[in-house]
C-alpha cells in the first residue's frame, strides 16, 4: 500500500482528491497539509512514500518546500 500525504491550501480540492485516492486500495492518504510549514511537519511524522503537494500554496510554496521533505 502506498501512504500519500495530500498538501492543499483549499479544503474542497484537499477533500476531493483525498477521496479520489482513497477510492483506490493500493493508496492510503495518512494525513492531509494545508501549507508548506504543515506539510514539512506532517511528512516528519507521518513518513508518506508519496507527497502530492499543490506548487502554489502558503507558507513557502511547493517548490520551496520539496528540498526540506
Not at 1 to 14: A, G, K, N, P, Y
Not at 15 to 37: C, H, Q, R, W, Y
Request: charged share 20%.
Amino acid at each position: 500500500m502506498t501512504r500519500i500525504l495530500v498538501v492543499e491550501d483549499f479544503q474542497s480540492q484537499r477533500s476531493l482528491i483525498a477521496t479520489l485516492l482513497g477510492k483506490n486500495p493500493e493508496f492510503m492518504v495518512v494525513s492531509e497539509a494545508v501549507d508548506g510549514l504543515e506539510a514539512v511537519v506532517q511528512a516528519q511524522q507521518m513518513k508518506p512514500d508519496v507527497i502530492l503537494l499543490d506548487i502554489s500554496i502558503p507558507q513557502l510554496d511547493g517548490l520551496g518546500r520539496t528540498p526540506n521533505m
